[in-house]
């Protein structure tokens, strides 16, 4: 009868650690899901950026952007591409015509991870992207009545597109944009 009484007391024990191990990582995984936004599931935040009409090194008329891109999940994603895409109008005002920069990255380690991380100075877990195609010179624009405040418009509608493997999402930022020329 004692024998019995301890066999139950035992299996009454391992399976209450079966089951707190079970819970436990249940909760982890919990922990873990994606941060969510007041509408969207995001793994990344993108900080609305910047942009700019200047007049390069060369002379050369340009739109220049810089956008900030984080993730924020709690997970490293890997094979991270950040693609800048304007608006297909902006394809009149651009000599090359060409409306989308990819940006290749290794991985973007989770905050957490980032800083177990030894990259030095760098934010592991995010970059700053920078993109400066070159538009049409000012005598092309007189000359099909475009102007610069036309360009400012349009370019500050600005798609952020961000991949990794195994997932992906698109945010649409509101550039704030400068004109530069003649300062």
Excluded at 9 to 22: A, D, Q
Excluded at 138 to 164: G, M, P
């Amino acid at each position: 009868m004692v024998l019995i009484k301890k066999r139950r007391f035992y299996f009454s024990v391992i399976l209450c650690v079966f089951l707190l191990l079970s819970l436990s990582a249940c909760a982890r995984r919990e922990e873990q899901e994606p941060v969510y936004d007041a509408d969207h599931k995001f793994y990344c935040e993108v900080k609305d950026g910047s942009g700019k009409i200047i007049t390069d090194q060369e002379g050369l008329l340009r739109v220049s952007f810089e956008v900030s891109v984080f993730n924020i999940s709690p997970y490293t994603l890997d094979d991270v591409c950040v693609t800048l895409r304007l608006p297909e109008e902006m394809a009149y005002y651009l000599a090359s015509g060409v409306l989308e920069m990819p940006t290749p990255f290794d991985r973007f380690y989770s905050e957490a991870e980032a800083a177990l991380q030894s990259e030095g100075d760098m934010k592991a877990w995010g970059a700053i992207i920078g993109w400066a195609p070159m538009i049409m010179e000012a005598s092309y624009l007189e000359e099909h009545d475009q102007e610069i405040e036309d360009i400012l418009e349009i370019a500050k509608r600005i798609e952020v597109e961000i991949t990794w493997d195994g997932g992906g999402e698109t945010h649409s930022c509101e550039m704030k944009m400068e004109n530069c020329l003649g300062k």
